[in-house]
């Protein structure tokens, strides 16, 4: 198991960036697949991006590609997820996910953060 507390959201207006980080304790951490999951009011929680163990593979969704990128330092723990060129409907609860294997499907992550607000103006 692994314990992820999420930060870094906030108010952006459309166009700009932001940089939000996931925190993890537990010593197993570089074990485990971290994944980025948003719900907007209303909506399903959808997959953002995904990293493996090493950081040598990730995967996005086509809404995000070419805008966010994800990454991870396996030395302090933390998995970060670079936003740019924000739009109004990237406007949600941003969370981070653990799962033992890399896996875009929701019902893959046992472990979830808190979530953290991204908010973005138009």
């Known amino acids: 198991q692994v314990q992820l507390v999420e930060s870094g959201g906030g108010l952006v207006q459309a166009g700009g960036s932001l940089r939000l980080s996931c925190a993890a304790s537990g010593r197993t951490f570089r074990n485990y697949a971290i994944a980025w999951f948003r719900q907007a009011p209303g909506k399903e929680r959808e997959f953002v991006a995904a990293?493996?163990?090493?950081?040598?593979?990730?995967y996005y969704a086509d809404s995000v590609k070419g805008r966010f990128t994800i990454s991870r330092d396996n030395a302090k723990k933390t998995v970060a997820l670079q936003m740019n060129s924000l739009k109004p409907e990237d406007t949600a609860v941003y969370y981070c996910?653990?799962?033992?294997?890399?896996?875009?499907?929701?019902?893959?992550?046992?472990?979830w953060g808190q979530g953290t607000q991204v908010t973005v103006s138009s």
């Open positions: 990293v493996n163990w090493s950081g040598g593979i990730t």
């Open positions: 996910a653990a799962s033992a294997e890399l896996t875009l499907a929701r019902g893959g992550y046992a472990d």
